[in-house]
């Protein structure tokens, strides 16, 4: 049964309701600071801590429960005889419940705050008390959730008290939430010092359940980050479905190959995680007929990124076709509502530039990390006998930028700053060139994410009257290629950057 309860929350959310509950069932609620103020504010008969502990606040607030007299009480085990034999001769009484929750520490350490504002922003006596409570759970009930209140609520209504089951459950999501609060904490700590620390620290909050995973027979769900404000937890859905597990990954990519080009309007479409169309444009709709005539086939069915505001005269365009996603930074009023007029279709708004500094990818038994590729080029290296013009070394930087989101290996021919094919994902490079190149005849500038091993890349260049080309080199075969390139008039530009995406 309990008899006591301590409460203690920043978020006072459904306190009233529950806390008016267990005073209708004779429950002594015990308070602190803030919270104390609210219940009595509210007509609610409560006990401040200071009376319990015999100790005033101190330190601004930072020490209110740290004591024996609340730690005696939430830890005692009640069936340890020696426990409550202390507890007799101390004249400590048992706490039966513990609601507490914590200062907003994920809220407040993506916030423009200086770094001694945030601090104070750690809590301490929370996570000491939901740590002991949790600890001793078949004798305290903990509370960390709002949504939990409910429940325990229902539980004690139909059966006057909390079963072991849901105690347990309940503890297991003290710690769950600890370990992601001090996995944020950790990681704000240590961001300037140590890029990878020991222990991989992450901080996740669920933020939706999905239908299925890649498949229909695969469970997902989809987490937010704790500690940083991307794109991919700040966007908001303005139309449409909800959001599948391929059609966030699918945006992710899209809306990053669409901000590489932030002093240009750019609009990328893609499909199954690669792009299909990238382009620049003088208006919004000018970049999006590029991008769509990229490849008029695949774009259908597919996301689209623009990384500026999307017009009316866009969205009649983009409303020719089937599209599962359209993800810009805004929208006007007209081309919202020809937009909504799919009921189907998912419209993002998204004014958060991609910001994630690591990239991780789960494997069985283990987590690879490494910083995301945002470098693009070392330098600028011609190394044949053809200078490439100002025009070439523009589409081939573009080409490179679009290159870096296709999966290895990849190649991009452009042209009038049009990725016009694309060819990426295979076992070897030559496959990749001639899939590029047939599909983006006309185009006269190749790019590479990684060097040509043979020549043959630069043999088949040739056939499609390849202007100019730009690679990492470093292969021990460089000097063929160069020759190769020589021999037909070809510009080649070396980066020294490589670009694999697998």
């Known amino acids: 049964?309990?008899?006591?309860a301590l409460i203690s929350v920043y978020d006072k959310s459904g306190i009233l309701e529950l806390v008016k509950f267990l005073r209708k069932n004779n429950v002594e609620i015990i308070s602190t600071g803030g919270t104390f103020?609210?219940?009595?504010?509210?007509?609610i008969e409560v006990t401040e801590i200071s009376e319990i502990t015999g100790s005033c606040e101190m330190l601004d607030g930072r020490v209110k429960t740290l004591h024996p007299i609340i730690h005696g009480g939430i830890l005692a085990m009640r069936d340890n005889k020696e426990h409550m034999e202390t507890l007799r001769e101390r004249n400590i009484e048992t706490i039966d419940m513990v609601v507490v929750n914590l200062y907003p520490f994920f809220e407040k350490v993506k916030e423009d705050l200086s770094f001694e504002e945030k601090v104070e922003f750690i809590d301490i006596g929370g996570p000491t008390m939901l740590r002991a409570a949790a600890k001793n759970f078949k004798d305290v009930v903990v509370l960390s959730n709002v949504l939990d209140y409910k429940r325990v609520i229902n539980e004690i209504e139909e059966n006057q008290d909390v079963s072991l089951k849901t105690r347990k459950v309940l503890a297991g999501?003290?710690?769950?939430?600890?370990?992601?609060y001090d996995a944020a904490i950790s990681n704000f700590l240590l961001q300037e010092e140590e890029e990878y620390p020991e222990y991989l620290s992450v901080s996740y909050k669920k933020?939706?359940?999905l239908r299925y995973g890649e498949n229909p027979h695969q469970s997902a769900v989809y987490?937010?980050?704790?500690?940083?404000?991307g794109a991919m937890n700040s966007f908001k859905v303005l139309n449409g479905k909800e959001l599948s597990y391929n059609n966030i990954k699918d945006v992710d990519i899209a809306w990053k190959v669409a901000c590489e080009f932030d002093d240009e309007?750019?609009?990328?479409?893609?499909?199954?995680?690669?792009p299909c169309g990238v382009a620049i444009g003088d208006t919004v709709l000018d970049a999006y007929k590029k991008a769509y005539e990229c490849d008029s086939v695949s774009i259908f069915g597919g996301i689209v990124a623009v990384n500026r505001t999307i017009d009316e005269d866009t969205a009649k365009e983009m409303s020719k076709i089937f599209l599962e996603v359209i993800i810009a930074p805004n929208y006007t009023e007209e081309a919202l509502e020809i937009l909504k007029s799919k009921k189907n279709l998912r419209v993002l708004e998204c004014k958060v530039k991609p910001s994630n500094k690591n990239y991780m990818v789960s494997v069985d038994g283990g987590i690879l990390v490494q910083e995301e590729d945002k470098k693009l080029i070392d330098e600028l290296n011609v190394v044949t006998k053809k200078k490439p013009t100002d025009?070439?070394?523009?589409?081939m930087l573009f080409a490179m930028k679009v290159v870096k989101y296709v999966k290895s290996n990849a190649i991009v021919v452009a042209k009038d700053n049009m990725a016009i094919g694309i060819g990426g994902g295979q076992v070897n490079r030559i496959w990749a060139a001639c899939e590029a190149l047939e599909r983006g005849k006309g185009a006269t500038v190749l790019a590479s994410d990684a060097f040509f091993p043979f020549r043959d890349v630069v043999e088949e260049c040739?056939?499609?009257?390849?202007?100019a080309i730009i690679q990492p080199g470093g292969s021990i075969r460089d000097d063929e290629s160069i020759q190769e390139c020589d021999k037909h008039n070809i510009g080649m530009v070396m980066t020294g950057i490589r670009h694999f995406k697998h």
């Not at 987490?223 to 404000?229: A, I, Q, V």
């Open 462 to 467: 040739a056939k499609y009257n390849i202007k």
């Open 207 to 209: 933020l939706q359940s």
């Open 265 to 274: 309007i750019a609009c990328c479409a893609l499909k199954h995680n690669t």
């Open 391 to 395: 025009d070439e070394i523009k589409d």
């Open 37 to 43: 103020k609210y219940l009595k504010e509210n007509n």
């Open 223 to 229: 987490y937010g980050s704790c500690e940083t404000k």
């Open 173 to 180: 999501k003290v710690f769950n939430l600890m370990s992601a």
């Open 1 to 4: 049964m309990i008899k006591r």
